[in-house]
């Protein structure tokens, strides 16, 4: 079993900004996609960014510009740099982690492995 941890959550005034960061250590399938995924009380859960194994990453409308998702492979981390925060961005954040290709979004429910997720508050 893949373990997968969220971390660097926190509160922060609008126009901050935070790094979340994922480690998931046990995970060494080669062809993967790695996904944020963030979901506010009474919404759905909602795809932030994504990155594949090529490194192309790709945003949700409301945060290009703002995020930024990055990679170390050697650490086998990932990484979410949120700038510009704003309240609107204020969600549990989850990151996750799916075997194959993610070029094309790929829904939720197809990620194998998820963190516990770490809590993002953003006031005004």
């Known amino acids: 079993q893949v373990q997968v941890a969220e971390s660097g959550g926190g509160s922060v005034q609008a126009g901050g900004s935070l790094t979340l960061s994922c480690a998931a250590p046990?995970?060494?399938?080669?062809?993967?996609?790695m996904g944020w995924f963030r979901q506010a009380p009474g919404k759905e859960r909602e795809e932030v960014a994504r990155?594949?194994?090529?490194?192309?990453?790709f945003y949700v409308d409301s945060v290009k510009g703002r995020f930024t998702i990055s990679q170390t492979v050697a650490q086998n981390t990932l990484y979410l740099q949120m700038n510009s925060l704003k309240p609107e961005d204020t969600a549990m954040y989850y990151c996750?982690?799916?075997?194959?290709?993610?070029?094309?979004?790929?829904?939720?429910?197809?990620?194998?492995?998820w963190g516990p997720g770490t809590q993002v508050t953003v006031s005004s």
């Open positions: 046990g995970y060494t399938v080669s062809r993967r996609c």
């Open positions: 996750a982690y799916y075997s194959g290709r993610c070029y094309n979004q790929v829904p939720a429910g197809a990620y194998d492995y």
């Open positions: 990155m594949d194994s090529l490194d192309r990453s």
